[in-house]
């Protein structure tokens, strides 16, 4: 029994360990094992990232060769100084640096791969690598990195940057010291760029050499390259734009109307997309973020909130008419203003009085305006209710709330409604002479300016948009259907006509009747929105906002636009002259109002931030407003104004 019993153990102790074994061998194939065993190295290979093109073709992002220099930190063998000096050299770090690098690579991990110095050139990667053989522990990898085609675009094709510990732990894609989408398309569309990596797995023998693939490279891939994109901005007109916007602070987006395709999208200022390509550009970046008084990385097109001025008139008339408290012949006194009893409520500029919606809108008449708002809000009982309905109708153009784009970065901008008034005042305690500032788009109203452009093109397409977009077209691939959705406002068809009429009639004998240009039929609307800053208790006002948004042709019309430029006074002094340009350079292809270019390319803005309407200077207690603001955001640095930027701006 004893001599079987024996035996018995023996076979059930054999049989356990070649099941083992067994496991061991067919089945222990999963990627975990993999990747947790140290005799085994990764070696990646790096797809090619996708090009980006614009709407025509052309190339704007392109890839370069780079070079990282990788470590293994349980590999590094000791170096003499000799042989540490010249590794430094070939580096260009000091022998801190490298320490600190080392030490940086080994707490990531002592037995993974990790980048020690980044993206050589051509010419250190052709010094450096026939002598990598003495430096035990490090190895060359070879990847790409972006080559920007182009100066323009920077805040639209964004950049790549190398990930952190949190993406890496979200997203195990990643690895310590691969690049990502950091803003932009870039980082909208990653996943469609970056391609899938491709893997080799050596095998080491017990000196930790290499003995060649693992299982004859059975569980090897081939990198996936990235595909390329289309843009649905025109490079030139981009150009142009950032051209018009230069020496001047805010954004231009231009729209096709028939599509929510993004024809250009500017900000000012801006910067050569190359600065953030390359061993510098880490550098560069702070530099670019700690620029608190131009802020470039602040893309004002999509994130700056405004108040929309008088272009927010038009949407009053539109939701009257909807309401139908109002009707196209009605007129309206204008006595420089529009009062309550003997309590002026707004003031507004010369004109003749009275004036119907067509000349309430060519001439931008503010009381027009209260007037019809009034009535909105008045038409029910109960006031909450009235600003409820008048919010609806407001949001339906895409005001008040994302846009639901494929853009990397926005804000929703504000349209107020009746619970917004009641946790402002209190239930019941505030009626519509509170809150006339919203007719002409102050007061708590604000939009950014793909908004304003958004809005135009709902105008201009008689009520409907697409959702503004980037994307025209993905190699091999059908573009979402959200974007070739159209979305429909709240107001009928059969209102538009007229209050179209009033925007084309602000070119013909309007506002903006110097910005006409011969042979395009232009509707817009020009807007100025006053600036003002409060410190302490002292309420200081700046130069004006210079506002317009425009769509032409009248009719089927190709483009619609909006143009915001912090502190250009009026309307029509900087943003009218800029959007009447940039239609025409879009349309005809090239200018005529030479003129108008020619005046916008000789004045700057970039010292008028701080003067008042009236171009004096404004002072508090002996100091200019310059002074204050200056002195102001010196002792509070982390205080910002309503477009997000420090108060200095």
Request: net charge positive; glycine share 8%.
């Amino acid at each position: 029994m004893r001599k079987l019993l024996l035996l018995t153990t023996v076979v059930l102790v054999g049989l356990v360990f070649i099941a083992r074994l067994f496991y061991l061998q067919v089945y222990s194939s999963s990627g975990y094992d993999l990747f947790e065993d140290s005799a085994i190295k990764k070696e990646y290979n790096y797809p090619k990232r996708g090009y980006v093109y614009d709407r025509n073709g052309q190339l704007l992002v392109a890839n370069q060769p780079s070079y990282d220099v990788m470590v293994i930190p349980r590999e590094v063998a000791p170096m003499d100084p000799v042989t540490m000096r010249e590794f430094c050299e070939l580096l260009k770090i000091t022998q801190e640096e490298y320490d600190k690098k080392l030490r940086r690579a080994t707490n990531y991990s002592p037995r993974l791969s990790s980048p020690f110095v980044q993206q050589l050139s051509k010419n250190d990667y052709a010094v450096l690598q026939e002598k990598m053989r003495k430096f035990e522990g490090f190895y060359i990898q070879k990847r790409s990195l972006r080559l920007y085609q182009t100066t323009i675009g920077a805040n639209v094709l964004g950049d790549i940057g190398e990930v952190n510990r949190k993406i890496i732990a979200d997203q195990p894609y990643y690895r310590m010291g691969d690049l990502i989408g950091k803003q932009g398309v870039e980082k909208t569309y990653e996943k469609t760029l970056r391609g899938v990596k491709g893997i080799k797995f050596i095998q080491k023998d017990r000196f930790n050499k290499n003995i060649g693939p693992y299982k004859e490279g059975k569980f090897d891939t081939l990198p996936k390259p990235g595909k390329d994109v289309t843009l649905t901005i025109d490079a030139e007109l981009q150009a142009y734009g950032e051209l018009l916007m230069k020496h001047k602070r805010g954004g231009i987006i231009a729209i096709e109307p028939s599509t929510g395709e993004i024809l250009a999208m500017v900000t000012g200022p801006s910067y050569n997309p190359n600065m953030l390509v390359g061993r510098d550009r880490s550098k560069n970046f702070s530099k670019l973020y700690r620029d608190t008084i131009a802020k470039p990385l602040f893309d004002r097109g999509l994130k700056a909130q405004y108040p929309p001025g008088s272009p927010f008139k038009v949407i009053n008339a539109l939701i009257g008419l909807q309401e139908g408290v109002v009707n196209t012949d009605e007129r309206f006194r204008c006595r420089m203003g529009y009062y309550y009893g003997s309590r002026r409520l707004t003031g507004c500029h010369h004109h003749r009085s009275p004036v119907a919606m067509n000349n309430g809108i060519a001439q931008s008449c503010n009381a027009y305006f209260v007037n019809v708002y009034r009535r909105i809000i008045d038409k029910y009982e109960d006031p909450s209710k009235g600003m409820n309905t008048w919010a609806n109708h407001a949001r339906s153009f895409g005001l008040g709330n994302f846009l639901n784009n494929d853009l990397s970065v926005g804000s929703k901008g504000r349209i107020p409604d009746g619970d917004y008034y009641d946790r402002a005042y209190g239930d019941n305690r505030w009626s519509s002479t509170y809150i006339v500032s919203n007719a002409i788009g102050q007061g708590e109203v604000e939009a950014t300016p793909i908004q304003l452009a958004n809005m135009a093109a709902a105008i201009g397409n008689r009520g409907y948009y697409f959702t503004p977009h980037i994307i025209k077209n993905i190699e091999g691939e059908t573009i979402d259907r959200k974007y070739t959705t159209p979305k429909y406002t709240t107001i009928d068809k059969r209102h538009f006509e007229p209050v179209v009429q009033g925007m084309f009639d602000v070119y013909n004998k309007g506002t903006a009747k110097s910005l006409r240009v011969s042979g395009i039929e232009i509707c817009g609307k020009t807007g100025t929105a006053e600036n003002f800053m409060k410190i302490d208790s002292v309420k200081a006002q700046l130069t004006d906002h210079s506002i317009f948004v425009a769509f032409a042709p009248k009719d089927n019309p190709k483009i619609a636009i909006a143009v915001f430029v912090e502190n250009g006074y009026w309307g029509s002094r900087f943003a009218g002259r800029m959007a009447s340009l940039m239609i025409e350079k879009y349309i005809k292809g090239h200018i005529t109002r030479t003129d108008l270019e020619r005046w916008i390319l000789t004045h700057s803005l970039e010292n008028e931030y701080a003067k008042p309407y009236s171009g004096e200077p404004f002072k508090i207690n002996g100091e200019t407003t310059l002074q204050v603001i200056d002195n102001y955001a010196n002792e509070n640095p982390s205080i910002e104004n309503s477009t997000g930027s420090n108060l200095k701006q």
